[in-house]
């Protein structure tokens, strides 16, 4: 019925940039809030970032300086820029998204398979 597709994690040195994506697909009739949450080993998963389809935009404090979050509505796509990466950044990164599936005629809670992000050296 629809799903989200992350790509873009990887191994950045610190100090170093990465970009994520994630791409909503299949029978969609719109998308409410998109965002960015991620887990890093032993811990909780955490908020990283959201954004409303008109682009209001929230970050998490850790982050707030650092990335900066964007979509492309015609794409039903979300992006993560993440500058300055530290090590305490590493974790799996898992895409979010309120979706407006067709065949059900209502919105549902979906989640990615989620992106490793390394930071070390």
């Known amino acids: 019925q629809a799903q989200l597709v992350e790509s873009g994690g990887g191994l950045v040195q610190p100090g170093g940039s990465l970009r994520l994506s994630c791409t909503a697909s299949g029978n969609i009739f719109n998308i409410n809030n998109m965002g960015w949450y991620r887990q890093a080993p032993g811990k909780e998963r955490e908020l990283v970032a959201t954004i409303t389809t008109y682009g209001t935009t929230n970050y998490a404090n850790s982050v707030k300086t650092r990335f900066t979050i964007s979509r492309d509505n015609a794409r039903n796509t979300v992006y993560l820029q993440m500058n300055s990466l530290k090590p305490e950044d590493t974790a799996v990164y898992y895409c979010?998204?309120?979706?407006?599936?067709?065949?059900?005629?209502?919105?549902?809670?979906?989640w990615g398979q989620g992106t490793l992000v390394t930071v070390s050296s």
């Open positions: 979010n998204a309120e979706v407006g599936v067709k065949l059900l005629g209502r919105y549902l809670d979906l």
